[in-house]
């Protein structure tokens, strides 16, 4: 039971490149997030998907784009990086959309952009 | 404005030692309040949750108080060990049943436990 995983851990990008953050779970999940974490500040939302099929904007939703492929994956893309990009980048997922549901989280993605 | 403060910004102590970190946060309304820790290089993990009701919630050597009349939380770690080192991160839902866009991040404390 892996819980969240995210691929890759480490990317350098150029500004003006695309990318896409991978993220996955396997504890039958049905919402998903996307976070970031810059020094300094609380992680934020960026984009989640209450169910399959769903997303939504959080609160810095600009610059980016999501897919939920599945139940399972739930995807971030960059697609046209600039150096405010800049950060680490945390999936979570919990069972549902109760206040009481803990969310977990993926290891991250630590995104340079250059 | 929804916000979470906690106090302090970082804070170093030996091992063995016991310390508290401070929450304040000014969201309304209020749900429930998670502490995480979160390692250096790994995601958050959810250490406790407390509820309106709750006053106190103990998890091995953490435990949680909560003043909701005051809108206050603490974590006190008894006799702290290494692996205590990590950041610890306060987080306020303010929603009813919804979805995470009601959830408010504090900054964090870093803690270093040092021999």
């Known amino acids: 039971n892996a819980g969240v995983t995210q691929t890759p851990k480490f990317q350098v990008l150029k500004t003006g490149q695309s990318m896409t953050l991978q993220c996955a779970q396997d504890?039958?999940?049905?919402?998903m997030y996307w976070y970031r974490q810059d020094p300094g500040m609380g992680l934020r939302l960026i984009y989640y998907?209450?169910?399959?099929?769903?997303?939504d904007k959080g609160e810095v939703p600009n610059g980016y784009n999501v897919s939920r492929l599945n139940k399972r994956e739930f995807s971030l893309r960059l697609e046209s990086a600039a150096p405010s990009q800049t950060s680490v980048y945390f999936c979570?997922?919990?069972?549902?959309?109760?206040?009481?549901?803990?969310?977990?989280f993926g290891p991250g993605t630590r995104l340079t952009v250059l | 404005k929804n916000q979470v403060e906690q106090s302090p910004q970082s804070l170093i102590i030996l091992e063995g030692k016991n310390c508290t970190l401070q929450?304040?946060?000014?969201?309304?309304?209020?749900?429930?309040l998670r502490w995480y820790k979160q390692d250096t290089g790994r995601g958050p993990v959810s250490l406790t949750i407390?509820?309106?009701?709750?006053n106190t919630k103990s998890n091995r050597r953490y435990t949680a108080t909560l003043d909701a009349d005051t809108k206050q939380s603490s974590l006190h770690i008894t006799a702290s060990q290494l692996s205590d080192s990590a950041s610890y991160i306060c987080?306020?839902?303010?929603?009813?049943?919804?979805?995470?866009?009601?959830?408010?991040f504090g900054t964090g404390t870093r803690l270093q436990v040092t021999l």
């Open positions: 979570a997922s919990r069972s549902g959309n109760s206040p009481d549901y803990e969310q977990f």
């Open positions: 504890m039958n999940h049905n919402s």
């Open positions: 998907s209450a169910s399959e099929g769903t997303t």
């Open positions: 929450c304040n946060y000014t969201v309304s309304p209020f749900s429930n």
């Open positions: 407390m509820t309106f009701s709750e």
């Open positions: 987080v306020v839902n303010r929603g009813d049943t919804g979805t995470a866009s009601k959830l408010t």
